[in-house]
């Protein structure tokens, strides 16, 4: 065997030997099965190994036939305007139109994600003209113009908005992670209950998320829903709600979204627990990748973010003009 422990938090492949029981009289037969996944134990008569789902598979060494270590695969870094895209498809504008690679968004006020135009590129007319259409369009639903600028990808646009006398505010970070970390990182809690999901969050739920400390508004439900079969998961114990959280799955990236921890239950791991639930259903869905947007204040958040190995792929902020 190829193993040591010098390979232990690395990825490995194990061939190993198992017996197959034959039905209706058939005899027992063995046959080879592999486990990938992380290494985590070896010792003088088993080792133990992470399947990306988070499952531990202890092989008894005397099976083993093979066992190597596993390069990492090479990932592709994807690109802000990919990213952002699909991040769009999971917290959408009840109402979008496309002004050429400009996408507006309104959504009754709730969120600046939203209820800001998110530019992935050019618009389909001069910067001047897209600007004023982009005024009318948010005064006309009684919003005032807002743009969600990622950064360095708008950069050009970010000088052009500043010069045009569009406020900044609210710097952000665009955190990302794999599934298969984030499940390393977030290890299983026998010791909480588990998170149960619901396809439409009820009122317990909706009580829990404190949207920038602040309770819901009006409208804020529709703009919850308005994705493609979101999970809106929750953990409760004898005493009552500890946090929630919800995550939506779209073209294999999780994104996970507000993850709140109630205040009697924090500086309990509740947190990693809600992002282990996520992560876990997003893999019974294909998922792989996860994504994540806070807010540079949140400082407590993007410390947690940070011990369970997310790392920032860009920033952005909002601008916000003149009605």
């Known amino acids: 065997m190829a193993l040591t422990a010098d390979h232990i938090g690395h990825r490995v492949v194990v061939r190993r030997r198992v017996t197959v029981t034959g039905g209706d009289g058939a005899d027992n037969r063995e046959r080879f099965s592999d486990v990938l996944g992380e290494l985590v134990d070896l010792s003088e008569s088993s080792l133990t190994v992470r399947r990306r789902d988070g499952e531990l598979v202890v092989v008894d060494l005397g099976q083993v036939t093979a066992a190597k270590p596993v390069p990492p695969a090479a990932v592709r870094r994807p690109s802000e305007r990919e990213l952002e895209r699909i991040a769009a498809l999971g917290w959408r504008g009840l109402e979008e139109e496309r002004l050429g690679d400009w996408l507006l968004r309104a959504g009754n006020g709730f969120t600046g994600r939203a209820n800001s135009f998110l530019p992935l590129g050019d618009p389909d007319r001069p910067i001047g003209d897209a600007l004023a259409f982009v005024t009318r369009w948010y005064g006309a639903r009684g919003l005032p113009p807002r743009s969600q600028v990622p950064l360095p990808l708008a950069q050009d646009l970010d000088d052009e908005l500043a ?161």
């Open 163 to 323: 010069a045009a006398g569009w406020r900044a505010y609210n710097p952000s970070r665009f955190l990302v992670s794999s599934l298969a970390d984030l499940l390393a990182a977030c290890p299983p809690r026998p010791d909480l209950p588990p998170l149960t999901h619901e396809s439409v969050p009820g009122p317990e739920w909706l009580a829990g998320y404190q949207y920038r400390g602040q309770p819901l508004p009006d409208g804020a439900l529709s703009v919850l829903t308005n994705a493609v079969a979101p999970t809106f998961a929750s953990v409760r114990d004898s005493t009552g709600l500890l946090g929630v959280a919800r995550g939506i799955v779209d073209e294999g990236w999780l994104g996970a979204t507000a993850v709140t921890v109630t205040e009697p239950a924090r500086r309990r791991g509740i947190g990693s627990h809600l992002m282990r639930g996520l992560a876990e259903w997003a893999a019974g869905l294909g998922g792989s990748q996860v994504y994540l947007q806070v807010a540079e204040e949140n400082v407590a958040a993007i410390a947690m973010y940070d011990r369970i190995g997310f790392r920032t792929h860009h920033r952005y902020h909002y601008r916000i003009g003149e009605s």
